[in-house]
């Protein structure tokens, strides 16, 4: 167990020689639960989200919207990018999970669609998984997998995400064309000619 | 309450005892032995009649025989004389001992005069009246009065002596005693209770010890003997067996190792990416390895794992005979794992093993060119530098001739190039034909019905064309509807020859395919129930030549349904069918379990229907679905609708999916 | 691990073993008497009757009494002639009444000894099993900052922060295990896992129970009446940490991807074709 330290002035706890991974992100969060302490004066806080950085979050986001809408895709991109690492940051950790969840659900499909339309589709796939993770499974997002796993060259797995969200709303129309589109790639892909 | 205990002074009763002892444990051992013998000779289990199946496999073994490494058979060798020694087992010597030793006993008391007296002893009223068993009251009489007018006192001669008159005399109580034990009321009764007329007879206890032991000088010796058994060597062996079932678990594995592919299970961080090496991480720290091999530390298994896969050159024997065991152990650990996982319900890691299992048995890495890279004499530089088309599966690679296929391959040998595509041709790959739930005597599954999961499909090679399941016409794929399918209907997978032996020249073991089904839910996407491993299914079709390079198009004369054998597999379901009416959608995965191959992972819907309104229900359907496909078609759909569902089939997920639970909490 | 099994095996087959040499023993035994030289004439005068008089007198020893019919119906038959004829050869040894009461004696109280040990022998064994989870690295972190502040002086709220972190973790853990209940109940009752994960998973429960209590007591500690708000807190601090850990995981996870499909990116994360 490697050992602690502690700055006066930053009030942060590090620690010093072999330091396991999860150590370092237990030290981390105890650094961020700080900052977020020292910033809140009220001793009997609550879940309540905070308005200022709520605000701060939504400027950034409409931002990225604005440039996606004049085309200036890459700096779209960016924006919401840093909107979401704003809301990682700016966030206390105790503030509602419901808020904290939906907000990030909602900057990351803008984000997936962007970086689908720029050609990211790493970027896309991971965060369409993130997104999975939380529960979030719908139709429109198997859609934007397949389609990711299908630019990746991943056939097969994108046969059965698209299976997947054919199982949640069979008569989608979308998902029925990139079956077919699946189809035909795997049939080339294993030579079925 | 006995009087009186005897000692075995006449050495009555010991030999009987041991005798008992003897037979007690060879009769059961011979029958066993001449049991294994005669079936040994006759093949047994491991061969089987199906002719097409036997083809396959020599075609096979013909190509992976000649590719096994000396090393690994030498391996085999000694692997396989830990099992049996042929005829010069100890069993058999035991055997052989021990009816000699029961032939010179029988011999012994045989030799007993005393025994043999005490046999004769018994009274025997039809041999005295010379009677047979079956007479009746006449015969017995008029056999008595016989034989009393011979022997009565009164009747003897005058010029006999007096021994022999007494003699004469014993002779006639004798007569008269079985002539009214066969008659008379009381002696009768007295006679078929204590086997003789006059009553109870003086019965003796003995003990079938011999004197000297008990009494004399050898007493120590048998107090000593018997503190030894039932205070040291009976606890030892009962406990030494209680600890040995206590260690392992139902599927083999230990139960350390067990534990330990719980934990990583339980600390699962879905951050962690699910690879095969991260499968191979967890079973070097299997118990096993440890107990074979005190002196390694779980890098050092790791490594072996890795050069294994590798297919390394390994320079030391030892090294190289710890490899081969740790990979030949990897089998039952990966079913162990397999198990483990779908009892946490984790689909990807139980597809992970799945995928490691082929990577082992193969000795191939998880590259995406695995399924070339599976066949042998692959150049694999060649093979990357060379590729125009991108070439990773083995329909792919048939659909060059086999003069590009070489260069493909980097194969120039005439003779290498005709094994490998012995090899790739006789690799079965999977094609679904029909999957469906039935319930045996039901037309559809009903509420709260078993019904199971019944597939049909195509096992075909890479070289043939591919056959849509269009053309097979329905009646080939109908289940018998008669009782027998009823009662059971997973009696028709047993009809199917065993899968052959696995072209698997680097695995340290013989070892027979197998094909293993996953079932899980798509609607959480994790798995239902534990694997299902099937090992019989006909690999008739792999005989055919339906070359897709030399076929063009399916017409009558090249394609006749008939001629290709369709396979069953029946999965029974772990939970029977909902209690209420819809649609509930199963994904399965069927996989190989020795080859990198095309397996199945498709989805199946159960529509459970309430079996009156099931016409009612088909058409409504209809309706409700085009109304929804009309309004889904904004991709920027800012209402999210989060389905929350109560059925029975979610659950709390781990890590950051406790998040998922939260957010139903806050709905 | 063997041999400890053994022991009450052995101790029960011992009785038999006892009485097994009594029997075997027969002339070397002792006769049970409550006073010596009365039985030794006793014996010495009748022959039959010894069977009888010892019945009725030996009431305080019931061992003894069985043992001594068994023994008596032994000598009658081989030896009991000669043992009361010779006069002159007849052996006794004198032993007092208290032997069987010391054997009984020794017998229980070495088995309540063996019960104690055991006992306290698997009890030990169960506190040393692992825990299920891995390290517990919040609640070490909270005692080590709480040992600094001895020593530093640590702002108060550092504090608060490290036991709310301890307080989430606790909260994960318990909600991780009662998802994993019916999980690991059927896989032992199919018999994948062993008996001591099944320990394990009971003790775990216990141990995160009693573990949030102390972190509760901690919270009042540091701040009276905090507790009930802090259980809210620490919930919502608990999924919030686990979407940004998973968040955070995202740059891993794309660089095992890459790895595992062997795909080329340029800098902008645009495949390569």
Known sequence: MATLQYDINTKKISGSGTVLESQEINIAQINALTQSLVAESNPNFTPQPHDDSTKLIKNLFESGLKNAKQNRLPEALKNITLAIEMAQRKRAPWEAFAVQLQEMQFMLRHKIDLSLVQGKYLDALQDLDMLLNTGLVQPEIMIRKTDALLKLGQLDQARIDCERGLSLQPQNVKLKALMLECTRRLANYNGDI | MPQSYEYDESSETWPFFVLTLLLMVLIPLTILQVHKLLLGKSGGVDDT???????????????????????????????DRKGKRGILNVKNVVIVVGWFLVASIVQRVMNNDAIVEAATGLFDPYSILSVSINANDREIKSAYRKLSVKFHPDKLSKDLSPEERTVMEEAYVQITKAYEALTDELTKENFLRYGHPDGPQNTTHGIALPRFLVDGVGSPLVVLFYVALLGVILPYFVSKWWSKTQLHTKKGIHVKTASYFVDRLINYKPSEVVTVDLIINWLSHAEEFKIFYPEFKQSDFEGLLHDHLNRREEPDKARRYARYRIVAKCHSLLHGLLDISCGFRNTDIANMTLETFKCIVQAVPHSPYRQIFQLPHVDRKKFSEGSIDE?????????????????????????NLKETLTVASNIPNLKLLKAEFLVPGEPQVTLASTP??????????AKHKAIPAENFPQEMMEEPQDFEFQKDPFAVMLKEPLLPYSYAPFFPTKRRDGICCLVGLQKDGKLLQTPVTIQRLSLKNLTKDFDKRQIKELNNDNFKPEDWEIGTIKIPLGQPAP??????????????????????????????????????QATEDEYETDEESDKESDEDDEDDEDEVSDSDYTDIDTDTEVEEDAVDEKK | MGFKNALPLSIASSTRLFLYIFLIFKRNILIFCTASTKYEKLIKSTGNDHNRFLSQNCAVCKIGKNLLVKMSAFNESSNGSEF???AEHVETKIVSVYTPLIYVGILIISLIVFASQYRRR??????????????????DLYFQIKQISETQSVHEKVLKAALLNRGAETIRRSFKLKELEPQISILYKNGSIGEEYWQRYQNEVKVIEIDFKETLQEAESLQAGWPQLFVTICKEICFNQALSRRYNSILKRKEICIKEWELKLNDDGRLIQ
Request: aromatic content about 10%; glycine content about 2%.
């Open chain 2, 452 to 461: 199971h999961l019944s597939i049909k499909l195509l096992i075909r090679s």
């Open chain 3, 122 to 139: 698997k009890i030990q064994q169960m506190t040393e099993l692992p825990s299920i989870f891995d390290e517990n690295d919040a609640k």
């Open chain 2, 49 to 79: 009649d199906d002719p097409d199946q036997n083809l396959i496999q020599k075609q096979l073994e013909n190509v992976n025989d000649a590719l096994v490494s000396r090393d690994v058979l030498r391996f085999r060798q000694v692997f």
């Open chain 2, 391 to 415: 070439v990773c599966t083995l329909g792919k690679l048939f659909t060059y001739e086999d003069a590009k296929i070489s260069k493909i391959l980097g194969i120039s040998d005439e003779k």
């Open chain 2, 579 to 616: 209690n209420e009416t819809g649609d509930v959608f199963f994904r399965v995965i069927v996989k190989s379990t020795d080859y990198f191959t095309s397996d199945l992972d498709f989805t199946v819907a159960m529509q459970v229907r309430d079996s009156q309104e099931q016409y009612k």
């Open chain 3, 84 to 86: 009361f004829d010779s």
